[in-house]
């Protein structure tokens, strides 16, 4: 893989992202404030339903939870693009913030949120796709979702 540039347009990338998933509670899905995009919370969603349940360690493999992570990266970009048109439109990738509910043995959070890191950079390229970000452990996410992410970006 070209870690330089992406292997698909960022047209190609547009057109696959799954639909921007509506809302679980009383908040809205990004927040424009000038040239940032703060999403909320991601799950791993696809058509209103959770694809991954449970503890990483335990219920949850490490693939899948990359899996996971992957899917809520691909819903945030949905939501940035429901915002702003197009993934042509982001300048840059800023901070990825990366929730795991792992086992309390459990201390791979960073090899999870790398399926989101990673997709972050197939589809910008290392110069846009690179970002800051961190990786933490919780105890319970909601719905038992295994992983939920944020992400900022620039417009």
Not at 41 to 52: H, I, K, R, S, V
Not at 55 to 77: F, K, M, P, T, Y
Not at 86 to 91: D, E, P, Q, R, T
């Amino acid at each position: 893989m070209n870690t330089t540039h992406p292997s698909k347009t960022l047209a190609q990338w547009d057109a696959e992202l799954p639909e921007a998933p509506l809302p679980v509670a009383a908040y809205i899905p990004c927040k424009q404030v000038g040239n940032l995009i703060f999403t909320s919370g991601m799950l791993p969603m696809q058509n209103g339903e959770l694809l991954y349940k449970g503890r990483v360690g335990e219920d949850v493999s490490l693939e899948d939870a990359q899996a996971a992570a992957r899917l809520c990266i691909l819903n945030a970009l949905s939501v940035i693009k429901a915002q702003v048109g197009s993934l042509a439109n982001v300048k840059q990738v800023v901070k990825v913030t990366g929730f795991v509910m792992g086992t309390h043995d459990f201390y791979n959070q960073p090899a999870v949120i790398n399926g989101a890191s990673n997709t972050l950079t197939e589809v910008f390229g290392l110069t846009v796709g690179q970002h800051a970000r961190s990786a933490v452990g919780v105890a319970n996410l909601p719905l038992e979702a295994p992983v939920e992410i944020e992400l900022i970006v620039e417009v």
